[in-house]
């Protein structure tokens, strides 16, 4: 089993940049492929980017394509997901989510942190 805790939500403007952090429990976290995942009020929530355990796939929503890039260490159990060129349609509660099979843009993860919150003024 594995716990996520994300961080790195806030405030910004349109144009800025954010990097949001989930870190992982245990010592498999290699094993896990990771997923941003993102809920506007009154949305359902949607796929942002994942990554697999070796960053070697990294899918992307088409609303972000460009402006965010997901990464991974390993060594320190998290991932991140900088977010640049913020717009105000970006502003949502963003969850990271795992999983040891490869779910990619499916919301069928195992594992769920609790959401960061993220708002872009315009």
């Known amino acids: 089993q594995v716990q996520l805790v994300e961080s790195g939500g806030g405030l910004a403007q349109a144009g800025g940049s954010l990097r949001l952090s989930c870190a992982a429990s245990g010592r498999t976290f290699s094993s896990y492929n990771m997923g941003w995942f993102r809920q506007a009020p009154g949305k359902e929530r949607e796929f942002v980017a994942a990554i697999d355990g070796n960053s070697y796939i990294t899918p992307y929503a088409n609303s972000v394509k460009g402006r965010f890039t997901i990464s991974r260490d390993n060594a320190k159990n998290t991932v991140y997901l900088q977010m640049n060129s913020l717009k105000p349609e970006d502003s949502a509660v963003y969850y990271c989510?795992?999983?040891?099979?490869?779910?990619?843009?499916?919301?069928?993860?195992?594992?769920w942190g609790q959401g960061t919150q993220v708002t872009v003024s315009s």
């Open positions: 989510a795992a999983d040891l099979r490869w779910i990619g843009a499916r919301s069928t993860y195992d594992y």
